[in-house]
């Protein structure tokens, strides 16, 4: 079954200081691969997206993250957090095809900025 | 260009009663999605809709049903609401991928 896993609940790290959130996916197939971020009260937005090619994906906000087959994995980066960057971020799957059309979502990762 | 718009943003309602939650998709985008956000459980997905007509559905019961207008509009039925339906409910569009999210109805069940 398709599945994604988001390992840290929460991090925090210092304002300024590089960050990397983890992804695993479970997929037979090649996936579509997104990145959202949630403030409080709001909605998801998208960070990122990666559909096939060049498997380091720059996204906005100063986020990339990289497509690993070997390790199933899809990790977000950014080389300095800013206080702004406090939120909680979601990484999800799509399907090739769009028989399904949904997104599986990872549980979240929270992540607090230390000043 | 007009991102997602749901309404109403907050909803209380008492158990028993129905809720009625709207979205207007991005211009352009045919599928409109819901999902619900509750705590503790994560971002699931409820109903996909595609030009008019229901394509999947998550693993949700009856109660929880909606529709596709033609102007590509939908709305999330709610019946016979339950305690355990408080929740962030969030609707996305998209043309194929990727999705893009509004800001969420929330909905308290007293």
């Known amino acids: 079954a398709q599945s994604v896993t988001q390992p840290d609940i929460h991090i925090t790290v210092s304002e300024g200081a590089s960050l990397e959130l983890r992804c695993n996916y479970s997929y037979g197939a090649t996936p579509y691969l997104f990145w959202y971020v949630q403030s409080p009260g709001q909605g998801l937005q998208l960070l990122l997206k990666y559909f096939s090619g060049d498997t380091l994906v720059q996204g906005i906000k100063g986020f990339e993250a990289e497509f690993k087959r070997s390790q199933s994995s899809f990790n977000l980066r950014k080389p300095s957090v800013h206080w702004s960057d406090a939120a909680e971020y979601f990484c999800?799957?799509?399907?090739?095809?769009?028989?399904?059309?949904?997104?599986?979502f990872g549980k979240g990762t929270k992540l607090s900025v230390k000043p | 260009e007009a991102g997602v718009t749901q309404s109403p943003t907050h909803l209380i309602k008492t158990r028993g009663q129905q809720a009625t939650l709207r979205c207007s998709p991005i211009s352009g985008h045919t599928s409109v999605y819901w999902y619900q956000q509750a705590l503790g459980l994560g971002l699931q997905f409820l109903l996909w809709?595609?030009?008019?007509?229901?394509?999947n559905r998550g693993n949700f019961p009856p109660r929880f049903s909606g529709r596709q207008f033609p102007n590509y509009s939908s709305e999330l039925n709610v019946n016979a609401l339950e305690l355990e339906d408080s929740a962030l409910y969030l609707c996305?569009?998209?043309?194929?991928?990727?999705?893009?999210f509004g800001d969420g109805t929330r909905l308290s069940i007293l």
């Open positions: 996305a569009s998209s043309l194929g991928q990727p999705q893009h």
């Open positions: 809709y595609d030009e008019g007509e229901e394509r």
């Open positions: 999800a799957l799509g399907y090739e095809g769009g028989s399904q059309g949904n997104l599986i």
